[in-house]
């Protein structure tokens, strides 16, 4: 059975994000269209149905880590914010809105509040999982399976060549260590007598005779 893992992240999200607009229960607010997701944004978004692309997003990131509430949603959503001369600095992303979306998504039953050991917070529904999974059925094809292994090699390959890059490093200081202790150590020099100081002889100033 084709689930959300089996097809690019970005394709599974925009044709949730279509479903959701037909739904009643999950229609943006009226501020929606003059508010920053964040401190660290500069500008609005320019999506106009960006509410919804952005409940999509909650929805899978909730199926993925739930249960999940809004302080680490919105870690997740954050970003970094430029200061000018000053250091960029990381900061979190609205809670206000996932709070909303997390709400509506509840009313149309496709998460809820739960517990597990130490963690709590929203966790996915049958009926939300049967929402994606339907949705990744839709969006699956070979080629987009093709998509997605080919985008996994071409993220892996920078790791593979940072790894590789400190192996080699690694090994260029053993081989370093290795060197100098094999070097033969230096003879120590020998000690040569002293040379006998020369005695400075003074010179008699000679007087004019009178």
Not at 18 to 24: G, R, S, T, W
Not at 50 to 79: C, E
């Amino acid at each position: 059975m084709v689930s959300i893992y089996d097809v690019p992240t970005n394709e599974l999200i925009e044709e949730a994000a279509k479903e959701l607009q037909k739904m009643p229960e999950l229609r943006a607010p009226e501020w929606a269209d003059y508010v920053k997701t964040g401190v660290h944004r500069q500008r609005l978004p320019l999506r106009r149905d960006w509410w919804y692309v952005r409940a999509a997003a909650v929805i899978r990131s909730v199926y993925k880590l739930g249960p999940i509430g809004v302080s680490k949603l919105r870690k997740r959503y954050g970003g970094r914010k430029n200061r000018g001369v000053a250091p960029d600095k990381t900061y979190k992303s609205s809670g206000n809105i996932l709070r909303k979306i997390l709400q509506q998504l509840e009313l149309v039953e496709f998460v809820k509040q739960a517990e597990k050991g130490v963690h709590k917070g929203r966790i996915i529904t049958p009926k939300g999982k049967s929402f994606l999974d339907k949705i990744a059925a839709k969006v699956y094809t070979p080629q987009a399976k093709a998509k997605k292994v080919q985008a996994k090699k071409e993220q892996e390959v920078p790791k593979k060549a940072v790894e590789e890059k400190k192996q080699a490093e690694k090994e260029d200081k053993n081989k370093v260590s290795i060197d100098k202790q094999d070097s033969p150590k230096p003879e120590a020099k020998k000690e040569q007598p002293e040379k006998p100081k020369k005695q400075k002889v003074k010179k008699e100033s000679k007087k004019p005779e009178k």
